[in-house]
């Protein structure tokens, strides 16, 4: 079988991009012929098709997920010094553009289950300096966010969502109600990094809002400041999705639901297997939010996954650390976490989880390798 005799990957592009490449490649060839690379009627039908699909007002692409982070910040018009809670497990680059902006990352722990930042630990790190909180949907599921919003509205926080890995999810409020990821906080970012869930074939992004006024702001700040051409109001950036990618990214998004139920259905096989050995810990679903297993993250709890990481790289199974150092001990934060600093459950998660191959392409007979591969490590 051709997808059996191609090496095991974290991601496997190559497969996807085969059982839908005559659409792809008609539509990439589209807009060569059309010459219209920036804007035009790809990204607008794009913005359209996904306002449509995340039931939100507006959908501001942008040119990858880091700015769109960036772009919220600066819509949101935070000064220097403002401080922005952030959970201390998660990509670097949601605490980056924070202190890019020279506004200050409080970093704060996460759950043991669910690996996302709680309402607890952001209400205990409010000061009076707090203008921003950032739940990050990390690996594919929703942070409280319910239990978030409401201590964000007590003390007048904007809550934004870092919705890089977690397009897709539905979260469900105690109400009953049901709305997309990324649509709940004030705004909402995501990336179409090639490997997120809805990866683009290159870089992109996009900035998500339910508020008109503020949607009109993101798109001054995205586009230079300027909101009639050669008119700047203020500094902003240039950040844009082309129309390649927006064209690839209108037939994926056709295909989200599915590749998402792909790799639910991928992980419920790899539970089933994991379940069995007790050193490891599957992963933990929340009540509240579907899981879109952006990574299948497990936890290994005797204090050897880094000799596991080593025994599958040496059978050639992939598996990677997300994350295996935490953002208040990164050099690059040095100045604004604070020393002497403890996180305990985010310090224990970098020291125990370990991740393997989630992807839409995934089929049992893929994942019995990496199970058995796993197994054998413990027998
Ligand atoms: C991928 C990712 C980003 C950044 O997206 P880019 O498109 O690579 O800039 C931000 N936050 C999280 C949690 C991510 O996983």
């Given at each position: 079988?051709?997808?059996?005799?191609?090496?095991?990957?974290?991601?496997?592009?190559?497969?996807?991009?085969?059982?839908?490449?005559?659409?792809?490649?008609?539509?990439?060839?589209?807009?060569?012929?059309?010459?219209?690379?920036?804007?035009?009627?790809?990204?607008?039908?794009?913005?359209?098709?996904?306002?449509?699909?995340?039931?939100?007002?507006?959908?501001?692409?942008?040119?990858?997920?880091?700015?769109?982070?960036?772009?919220?910040?600066?819509?949101?018009?935070?000064?220097?010094?403002?401080?922005?809670?952030?959970?201390?497990?998660?990509?670097?680059?949601?605490?980056?553009?924070?202190?890019?902006?020279?506004?200050?990352?409080?970093?704060?722990?996460?759950?043991?289950?669910?690996?996302?930042?709680?309402?607890?630990?952001?209400?205990?790190?409010?000061?009076?300096?707090?203008?921003?909180?950032?739940?990050?949907?990390?690996?594919?599921?929703?942070?409280?966010?319910?239990?978030?919003?409401?201590?964000?509205?007590?003390?007048?926080?904007?809550?934004?969502?870092?919705?890089?890995?977690?397009?897709?999810?539905?979260?469900?409020?105690?109400?009953?109600?049901?709305?997309?990821?990324?649509?709940?906080?004030?705004?909402?970012?995501?990336?179409?990094?090639?490997?997120?869930?809805?990866?683009?074939?290159?870089?992109?992004?996009?900035?998500?809002?339910?508020?008109?006024?503020?949607?009109?702001?993101?798109?001054?700040?995205?586009?230079?400041?300027?909101?009639?051409?050669?008119?700047?109001?203020?500094?902003?950036?240039?950040?844009?999705?082309?129309?390649?990618?927006?064209?690839?990214?209108?037939?994926?998004?056709?295909?989200?639901?599915?590749?998402?139920?792909?790799?639910?259905?991928?992980?419920?096989?790899?539970?089933?297997?994991?379940?069995?050995i007790?050193a490891i810990s599957?992963?933990?679903?929340?009540?509240?939010?579907?899981?879109?297993?952006?990574?299948?993250?497990l936890r290994l709890t005797n204090g050897k996954r880094d000799e596991l990481v080593?025994?599958?790289?040496?059978?050639?199974?992939?598996?990677?650390?997300?994350?295996?150092?935490?953002?208040?001990?990164?050099?690059?934060?040095?100045?604004?976490?604070?020393?002497?600093?403890?996180?305990?459950?985010?310090?224990?998660?970098?020291r125990e989880v370990f991740?393997?191959?989630?992807?839409?392409?995934?089929?049992?007979?893929?994942?019995?390798?990496?199970?058995?591969?796993?197994?054998?490590y413990?027998?």
């Open positions: 079988m051709m997808t059996t005799s191609r090496p095991l990957q974290m991601v496997d592009l190559k497969t996807q991009y085969e059982k839908i490449q005559s659409e792809i490649d008609e539509a990439v060839l589209n807009v060569i012929r059309s010459t219209m690379f920036i804007g035009g009627p790809e990204v607008k039908g794009f913005q359209d098709e996904l306002e449509a699909y995340l039931n939100v007002k507006h959908v501001i692409p942008c040119a990858n997920g880091t700015d769109a982070l960036q772009i919220a910040f600066m819509a949101l018009g935070l000064q220097p010094g403002d401080e922005v809670i952030v959970p201390a497990f998660t990509y670097v680059a949601t605490a980056e553009v924070i202190a890019l902006l020279k506004l200050t990352p409080i970093m704060v722990d996460v759950d043991p289950d669910t690996f996302n930042l709680t309402p607890e630990s952001f209400e205990a790190a409010i000061t009076p300096k707090t203008k921003a909180v950032v739940p990050v949907h990390l690996f594919g599921q929703c942070a409280d966010m319910e239990g978030i919003i409401k201590v964000a509205e007590k003390h007048g926080i904007y809550v934004i969502e870092d919705n890089a890995q977690g397009i897709g999810a539905d979260y469900t409020y105690s109400d009953g109600r049901v709305a997309k990821s990324g649509t709940i906080g004030h705004i909402g970012c995501t990336s179409f990094f090639p490997s997120k869930n809805l990866g683009c074939y290159g870089d992109g992004g996009a900035i998500f809002t339910n508020d008109t006024a503020l949607a009109d702001k993101i798109r001054i700040v995205a586009n230079h400041g300027q909101s009639r051409r050669y008119y700047h109001d203020e500094v902003g950036v240039n950040s844009r999705l082309d129309a390649i990618q927006a064209a690839i990214l209108r037939i994926k998004l056709r295909h989200l639901d599915n590749y998402n139920t792909a790799r639910t259905t991928a992980a419920d096989y790899y539970d089933a297997a994991f379940s069995q007790p599957t992963p933990v679903r929340s009540a509240f939010s579907s899981h879109v297993f952006h990574q299948y993250t080593q025994y599958l790289t040496d059978k050639q199974v992939p598996c990677m650390i997300y994350y295996p150092v935490p953002l208040h001990h990164q050099n690059a934060f040095k100045e604004s976490a604070k020393p002497g600093l403890v996180l305990p459950v985010t310090e224990q998660l970098c991740s393997l191959p989630i992807h839409s392409e995934l089929t049992p007979d893929i994942q019995d390798i990496i199970i058995s591969a796993v197994q054998s413990f027998e």
